[in-house]
């Protein structure tokens, strides 16, 4: 049944708020609960609360609004259900059971057909939360032309387009009609047949050329139009007409038993649990205030929840280049992006630094320095600083007859900064300029008051206003922008200079001599921290990855299981908001058979594999420090879901331990979607990519789906999970605590029968047949996990081994004393005599944090094994210096670090994506040692 919500119509019409409609959608217990924000965002107080029997609606379609569907659903029995969802003319809409994305509208994620939660199994719980979350805006399908706005040379596509596929019918409406939905201002055409459409945002980085030189492809679509050549581009300018949307937006959603084939007889109920309701509360407050939100570039400063943002584009006016886009990994791995050294970051988002250039026909190098303040953060403060233009320093300082001065000696006459504007996420709203009473960027976010960012110049008067933009010449030094009327450069640099000191001295106040990597651990998390419509607030491993379906690069992002559990993990041990956002987003994204997956990105999954568990040990950890109950509650089922999975998917007989693994089990509901079923799938799972572990094809595609081979560290992992998953039981009086910990004994006992490898000594991954398979990495200490373990053999993996300086190299007092210049920093991801060491490559040798932070684990377990403790305390001294040997010269985090001490073989520099937060666990490790882990951020 399709139900109208009457109160509300008439509400979206302009009647007066329903107070009656929002008392009965509190204390009402059948049915769900519908709130209606005169916004698109989900922002504020509803402007009506109601309830519906089901999750349908029909709502007015010609304004704009967004609305949260929110409640449970009871399912009869066990089983196997698919979701069949109607949308009719939704801007964006997402349907969550749990965690699992059962349906959205496809407007921004297109998800390959076997990738998502649907259908979905239903085993121990039959009650779950409900959500859905809809969004419209009156614009509907936009009528979009393009003119010409220059040809220019592509080569290597080096004007920083991104492709957006080919169309045999292309032609510039096309073209431009693509670009706009997906989000860009600008579009393109090229190919010998001027078939690729190409988006950008502003003007192109690339040389441009002569406008014929773009006939040599006419438009497939319209002989009469240019679509570029071969590498060569031709650019447009989009236009737009709006078309208002006409009646309503509805969306149903009917649920059948697969089993039976027909409707199931789901119940809802209104209230979320508890926690739920808290996880709500938590991740709106954090969600709010200036920040760098969008994944695809620190560049664009975004002010939630409007979504209103400014970017500000260094340009060289000379060469017609902008530096548009921007990310901490550099050009490494975005050819768009320039170099960028990143600093502070304030959790509070009161002050934070980063630097970048020069690029690509932009000679030249700027300080970007942001600060949000005020209620809800609402107040920014941003400076750009020249600092080096035209290979020559702004600023020198000279020493002559003992006095010190100061002097300007650069020349930035030919740089500016170009500042454009737009709603991000799709948010209703419009965006113009004012040069009076000062020039400034005039946002119109619905729902929202207006919004206001004027343009700072030490020359009053200098600023250039365009439709949507603000030009801002460097010549005289910093410009920069602010929403505090009145502002002005000299306030806006006195204001980040307090804020700057403020932070540094609150970061010596809590670490001492450490505050340095405790800065890099910070800026770690919070240069990687995100907002999604789909997600709220996380921490991506990086702002270069992603793994979701779109068009749109405004709702790219990658969710990673361990390196963004560890993400929370750095983040806890200063901010529990951001470490529980992010923790939520990961271990919600469970698959529709109960693991928290390789990957996940707007809906998509990969259902064949998991990633090593340490899930719970960091709730454990969380918990320690910050005693929130409520917090493993949310979480525990899911926890228990997944190691439950372990052993019903991947135990390996005869000896009943843990084997990698893959299988798509969606595929058998669905017949659909990618297998996996392959070794390197396998490998993936074990999150070692391409460990001389597993070099070799042992896996069993008929029968098990599992690699022939028992594996020390994930079964030890899964040791250490149950025992976590136990304590924490035990924490909220659940009843499984004993049987989790008989389950971790189990499989501590297991191990230490089966891989101990007498001969090597140390615990070693073994065949069936009883063959040890002598690749010895890190993982091997993971054993220590179990408990298991001998003190006497613990003693002997330390000397034998870690502490070995032609294995894993750490030197008994943590300074690299004796160590060679080949292993010179230690652990390296296989023993340096393996023979794939020495030409190493990526899980080859390449040092890693997660491998430290898991061995770290494994080492605090045996404190009192004097061996064991000495060990620990040099590796963390060792894996301290590292980190901070890139950060103190790059500003870099890496995601795996070079082990010979001049880093030679990758340029000085990190060996992998040259910012990924999991390096910093490298110093995490050393700040939990000292005892910073439960002082720091209470």
């Known amino acids: 049944m399709m139900f109208v919500v009457a109160c509300l119509l008439s ?49 007015d379609a010609s304004r704009p609004w967004s609305a949260y569907v929110s409640g449970t659903i009871t399912f009869p029995a066990p089983g196997v259900y698919k979701f069949d969802c109607s949308f009719v003319q939704t801007t964006m809409a997402f349907v969550w059971v749990d965690g699992h994305t059962v349906c959205q509208d496809g407007n921004v994620y297109d998800n390959p057909a076997g990738s998502t939660d649907n259908p979905l199994p239903i085993n121990r719980t039959l009650t779950l939360p409900f959500r859905a979350h809809v969004y419209n805006d009156i614009v509907g399908n936009a009528s979009c032309t393009g003119s010409a706005a220059g040809c220019f ?17 292309n032609d510039w409406a096309l073209a431009a009609t693509t670009c706009n939905q997906a989000g860009f201002a ?22 441009k050329v002569a406008d014929a030189l773009c006939h040599e492809a006419m438009c497939p679509g319209n002989v009469s139009e240019p679509c570029g050549g071969s590498w060569i581009l031709q650019v447009l300018s989009v236009a737009c007409n709006a078309r208002p949307k006409v009646g309503n937006v509805t969306i149903s959603m009917s649920v059948t038993d697969i089993g039976t084939n027909t409707r199931a007889a789901v119940e809802y109920a209104t209230d979320l649990p508890s926690p739920e309701v808290q996880r709500d509360s938590l991740q709106r407050s954090l969600t709010r205030g200036w920040g760098t939100w969008n994944h695809n570039s620190m560049l664009d400063i975004v ?111 030919d740089y500016e900064v170009v500042v454009s504007a737009r709603h991000f996420w799709l948010r209703a709203g419009t965006v113009g300029s004012s040069a009076t009473p000062s020039a400034s960027l ?46 002005t450069v000299a306030k806006a640099r006195t204001a980040l200079d307090t804020r700057r000191t403020a932070e540094e001295a609150s970061m010596v106040k809590q670490f001492g001599s450490q505050a340095e990597t405790a800065v890099a651990v910070k800026a770690a998390v919070m240069w990687t921290l995100v907002y999604s419509p789909m ?28 390196d963004n559990l560890f993400a929370s993990l750095m983040a806890g041990i200063g901010n529990k908001t951001i470490a529980y956002s992010n923790l939520f987003q990961v271990i919600k994204s469970k698959t529709a058979a109960g693991f928290v997956p390789n990957f996940a990105g707007g809906g998509s999954k990969s259902q064949d594999r998991t990633e090593p568990p340490v899930g719970s040990k960091v709730v454990l950890e969380l918990y320690k420090k910050y005693k929130d109950a409520w917090v493993v509650e949310l979480l525990f089922d899911d926890l228990l879901d997944w190691s439950n999975w372990f052993l019903s998917n991947r135990v390996l007989q005869p000896a009943g331990l843990i084997a990698l693994g893959s299988w798509n089990m969606q595929r058998v509901y669905t017949g659909q979607g990618d297998p996996g079923n392959v070794m390197q799938d396998a490998r993936f799972e074990s999150g070692l990519d391409n460990s001389p572990q597993y070099d070799g094809n042992f896996f069993d595609d008929k029968t098990t789906h599992l690699m022939q081979l028992y594996d020390v560290g ?8 149950a025992y976590a998953l136990s304590e924490l039981a035990t924490a909220i009086g659940r009843p499984e605590a004993a049987m989790l910990r008989a389950r971790g004994d189990t499989m501590a006992n297991k191990i230490q029968k089966e891989l101990w490898d007498s001969q090597g000594g140390i615990y070693t991954n073994k065949f069936p047949n009883g063959t040890f398979y002598r690749r010895i990495a890190p993982t091997s200490f993971y054993a220590l996990q179990t408990n298991a373990v ?105 995601e795996n670090y070079n082990p010979h001490k001049t880093a030679d073989t990758s340029h000085g520099d990190c060996s992998g994506t040259k910012f990924y937060h999991w390096g910093a666990l490298t110093g995490l490790i050393s700040l939990v040692e000292n005892g910073h882990w439960l002082s720091a951020g209470l």
């Open 303 to 413: 002010k939630l929840p409007e979504g209103a943002g400014v970017t500000p584009m260094l340009c060289c006016k000379s060469t017609g280049k902008c530096i548009s886009t921007a990310g901490a990994d550099g050009h490494k791995q975005k050819s768009s992006w320039p170099e960028v050294r990143v600093g502070l970051h304030a959790y509070d988002r009161s002050y934070a630094q980063f630097f970048m250039g020069p690029f690509d026909g932009v000679n030249a190098n700027v300080s970007v320095e942001l600060s949000a303040s005020g209620p809800d953060l609402a107040d920014l403060q941003l400076l750009v600083t020249p600092v080096e233009c035209n290979n020559v320093l702004v600023q020198r300082t000279v020493t002559s007859n003992s006095t010190t001065t100061t002097a300007a000696t650069a020349d930035c006459s």
């Open 442 to 487: 005039v946002f119109d976010s619905w729902g929202f008051a207006p919004l206001r960012v004027f343009g700072l110049t030490s020359n009053v008067g200098s600023v250039i206003t365009g439709s949507a933009s603000l030009t801002l010449p460097l010549l005289h030094g910093a410009v920069g922008l602010s929403t505090l009327p009145g502002d």
């Open 714 to 721: 994930m079964s030890s992992m899964f040791v250490q999970e």
């Open 535 to 562: 997600e709220w607030a996380l921490c991506p491993v990086s702002r270069a990855w992603s793994f979701t379906h779109t068009s749109n690069t405004d709702f790219s992002y990658a969710i990673f299981d361990w």
């Open 790 to 894: 001998s003190d006497s053999q613990a003693a002997a993996m330390m000397s034998g081994w870690l502490m070995n300086n032609t294995r894993f190299c750490i030197s008994p007092t943590g300074d690299m004393a004796g160590n060679s210049d080949t292993c010179y920093w230690g652990l390296p991801s296989i023993n340096a005599a393996d023979p794939a060491f020495p030409p190493l490559g990526y899980w080859r040798g390449y040092v890693w944090g997660p491998m430290a932070q898991l061995t770290h684990w494994s080492l605090q377990n045996y404190d009192h094994v004097p061996e064991v403790r000495a060990a620990r305390k040099a590796m963390c001294s060792q894996m301290e210096q590292l980190m901070l040997s890139q950060w103190r010269a790059w500003g870099h985090i890496c």
């Open 153 to 169: 040379n592509d080569t290597g596509h080096q004007c920083g387009f991104t492709g957006k596929g080919s169309a045999a019918g």
């Open 11 to 59: 509400l979206l019409c302009g009647a007066l708020p329903c107070q009656a409609a929002a008392a009965a959608a509190t204390h009402a217990s059948t049915g769900l609960t519908l709130r209606v924000y005169n916004n698109t965002a989900l922002a504020d107080d509803p402007m009506s609360a109601s309830v519906v029997s089901e999750p349908s609606l029909s709502l």
């Open 186 to 207: 600008m579009a393109g055409a090229q190919n010998s047949k001027g078939e690729e459409i190409w988006c950008g945002r502003g003007v192109p980085q690339c040389p």
